[in-house]
């Protein structure tokens, strides 16, 4: 079979839905965030608006929220069948895709959404930038160059962390990342307790294991989430966001990249645009974008960040 036969194949696997189709799905339900709370979840460079919550983002946590009651149901089924108290444990959804795609807003906005349903009011965010190694422990691999490439995660930490949530701790703790300091901040943790859901956002988190034996991430995820857009709108969404910081967060006295808080118009769009061709377009064609197809679900963005269909696996 060709690559182009096998990338049918899997196509195959999943309905596709255009927008109008997929909004009419929560018709007459009331958003339930106000415009501020938008604004206050939207990320930089993000176009979120009130009407892409209603049309997307509503009937999708409605789905999760399905999807994790009935998991849930099931599990209570099968103890009942086994003869065992009910253990169910968190359902876990997995939101990936490229640097500057919006995942991490998305991830975000279906926190706070999924908690407005009835059955799923409990719900957690862990990013996996808190199982990057810090940069010292990068600088002594000659990982620094690599950082978001999947090396330069600890990734039995987070397949450690991920299999105490499903196994049903009672709390699991997370590494904390700062995005000002760039780096892993010693002694601070995010801390999970045993909530209905656990949303993991990341680059890397539907990635196959290293090797054959291993555990990989994404066994340990019940939906995943792919958010997908064409490469040269993804650039272009990487150095508007860059600008942004550098005349916001780049100024702050304590922000590892102050150094580019000086820089002009012209020398900011070519340092983005360095980062962005040596770093995070390679990382995307080699180990982020090969596991879209490996997603439950694929939101696939147009130019002004608008989700213009969405691909749902077949049952």
Do not use: C
């Not at 919550?53 to 929220?65: G, I, K, Q």
């Not at 990982?143 to 701790?169: H, I, W």
């Amino acid at each position: 079979m060709s690559i182009e036969d096998e990338m049918t194949a899997i196509d195959s696997l999943y309905r596709e839905i255009g927008r109008s189709e997929w909004a009419r799905l929560t018709a007459g339900i009331p958003n339930p965030l106000t415009e501020t709370e938008v604004v206050q979840l939207r990320g930089i460079g993000d176009r979120l608006d009130l009407t892409e919550v209603r049309e997307v983002y509503l009937p999708l946590s409605r789905l999760l929220s399905t999807y994790a009651e009935n998991t849930k149901r099931l599990g209570a089924e099968t103890a009942t069948f086994l003869g065992e108290p009910d253990s169910t444990t968190p359902f876990v959804v997995a939101v990936a895709g490229s640097v500057a795609v919006g995942k991490s807003t998305i991830a975000r906005l279906l926190r706070e959404l999924m908690s407005r349903w009835p059955g799923t009011p409990r719900v957690e965010l862990v990013t996996t930038d808190g199982f990057l190694y810090s940069n010292a422990e990068l600088e002594r691999r000659g990982l620094m160059g690599r950082k978001g490439f999947p090396e330069s995660y600890d990734r039995r930490a987070l397949v450690s962390f991920l299999t105490e949530v499903k196994s049903g701790a009672a709390e699991v703790r997370a590494p904390f990342y700062s995005h000002v300091r760039y780096d892993i901040v010693p002694d601070a943790h995010v801390t999970v307790r045993r909530p209905d859901v656990v949303i993991v956002e990341g680059l890397n988190v539907l990635s196959p294991p290293p090797t054959p034996n291993d555990v990989a991430v994404s066994d340990l995820f019940d939906f995943s989430i792919y958010v997908d857009a064409d490469e040269a709108d993804i650039a272009q969404w990487y150095v508007d966001r860059f600008l942004a910081l550098r005349r916001g967060a780049f100024s702050n006295p304590n922000s590892f990249f102050r150094v580019f808080a000086e820089l002009s118009d012209e020398e900011a769009v070519t340092t983005a645009l360095g980062y962005w061709n040596d770093i995070n377009l390679p990382n995307l064609r080699e180990n982020v974008a090969p596991t879209r197809h490996r997603a439950t679900l694929v939101l696939k963005k147009a130019a002004a960040h608008a989700v213009e269909t969405v691909r749902l696996r077949k049952l």
